[in-house]
């Protein structure tokens, strides 16, 4: 299933593209057809249960945000489990970013001050200058910084998702976040950018500056989000520039690929950049970006383990049951969703029972009562002699992800705070 994105007939070679794609999805939305699923996985999500999700999700990450703004990263349901130790500014940003989607659709102030003291544990402990790049400053990880194990570093994807979480804040509470702070942070995303939108994965000084030789998936997505939100911010088109290039590159390098994979970060940025539609994205390249999107959505849907008749993992994308694989592929298809199913209403009809049965999924994993109510466990597959000891743990980041995708699921179908 190869994919062309050259400029000249690109409407028509992705036309093309898309017959193999039609193709290749005819088994999959016959199989998710109101007919041939199970009907406990056809039935829309219960207004009640999503409602009620959210805000236990919502609440449990205002609980473990401590006076200092540090999440409590990581728990377990067993007080004689022994946690280890550990922490992960990344999924703190992202954490804030999903507080402060919850707390635009809840309006709740103790949300609100939550992400305040996330953002102040963030800029008071990882946010300091980058050496070489003028002007730049960047989220350090590393000892003595935020808990984290190795030398002290600059991940793009820290900056990329600190830019984002810092934004949220701003966008909701002006005056939160001094702009120039956030403008360093774009400016050290740009001083790892090549011309052609490939970035450098990072900055360790103890190791010679940038980092050429290692990958990450998710951060230039993550950086592609957060330029596009200063960019909103400062109304300066060089930030969404240099999103565009990023997710131009990821689409470019990715065409031909059968699996391509399962990036919802650049998906979520990708509904960003076109959320204005021609505007400052031409023709051409919008075809690109929806094609890339169409591509990993493709992906995902096709990726999918046959959960259907798993009692308990019924509506997930593996055997195993692990809920944050599940979560952050519903965050890149509803992102997504009525861009790339545009005209193709097979695409959309498995998107949407897809979206709906890995709400359910989510919706069923999530702890009730205890000490944990809200939470979401790495899976709830925790029964069983090939189990996995960690299963039963909460993360933060398990708990972000499920809480944007109901918020996601929740807007498109209607559902308010308010019943």
């Known amino acids: 299933m190869r994919m062309c994105y050259d400029n000249a007939m690109l409407a028509s070679r992705i036309r093309q593209a898309n017959i193999f794609q039609r193709a290749a999805l005819a088994a999959l939305v016959a199989a998710a057809s109101p ?32 006076s200092n703004g540090r999440f409590e990263y990581l728990r377990h349901p067993d007080p004689f489990v022994r946690v280890k130790p ?33 953002s ?41 998702l600190g830019l984002v979480g810092l934004a949220s804040l701003e966008s909701i509470k002006p005056g939160s976040v001094p702009l120039e702070e956030m403008r360093a942070l774009g400016r050290f995303i740009l001083f790892l950018q090549r011309e052609d939108g490939y970035f450098v994965k990072g900055f360790t000084p103890s190791e010679g500056g940038k980092d050429e030789d290692w990958q990450s998936l998710f951060y230039p997505g993550e950086a592609a989000l957060g330029l596009c939100m200063l960019s909103d911010l400062d109304g300066d088109a060089r930030w969404r520039d240099a999103a565009l290039r990023a997710i131009k590159h990821l689409a470019i390098t990715r065409k031909g690929e059968v699996a391509p994979p399962a990036d919802h ?36 849907l096709q990726d ?14 593996s055997l195993d049951g692990r809920t944050t694989p599940t979560a952050i592929r519903l965050e890149g298809l509803l992102s997504v969703l009525d861009l790339v199913s545009e005209g193709d209403a097979p695409l959309r009809e498995a998107m949407l029972a897809s979206v709906e049965q890995g709400v359910a999924f989510l919706l069923r994993s999530q702890i009730r009562s205890g000490p944990l109510a809200g939470g979401i466990p790495k899976s709830p597959l925790q029964d069983g002699p090939s189990r996995d000891a960690s299963a ?26 308010k019943s």
């Open 392 to 417: 039963a743990e909460v993360r933060i980041d398990y708990v972000q992800h499920a809480l944007s995708a109901f918020l996601g699921y929740a807007r498109r179908v209607g559902v308010t705070p």
């Open 304 to 317: 999918k383990d046959p959960t259907d008749d798993h009692p308990v993992a019924r509506g997930s994308w």
């Open 35 to 66: 007919a041939a699923i199970h009907p406990s996985t056809t039935q829309a999500v219960d207004p009640a249960a999503l409602r009620s999700g959210i805000e236990m999700a919502g609440h449990y990450l205002i609980r473990v945000c401590d």
């Open 120 to 160: 102040g544990f963030m800029r008071s402990r990882c946010v300091r200058s980058v050496e070489g790049a003028q002007g730049a400053m960047a989220v350090w990880s590393g000892p003595g910084i935020d808990g984290d194990g190795g030398v002290p570093r600059a991940k793009l994807g820290g900056s990329g």
């Open 265 to 300: 970060w650049a998906l979520i940025a990708t509904a960003r950049l076109l959320a204005g539609g021609d505007k400052g994205t031409g023709p051409g390249d919008r075809a690109l970006l929806l094609a890339h999107a169409r591509q990993i959505c493709l992906g995902i």
């Open 86 to 118: 550990s922490y992960n500014i990344l999924r703190h940003a992202g954490t804030m970013y999903a507080l402060a989607d919850y707390h635009r659709w809840s309006g709740n102030d103790a949300a609100l001050a939550a992400i305040e003291r996330a």
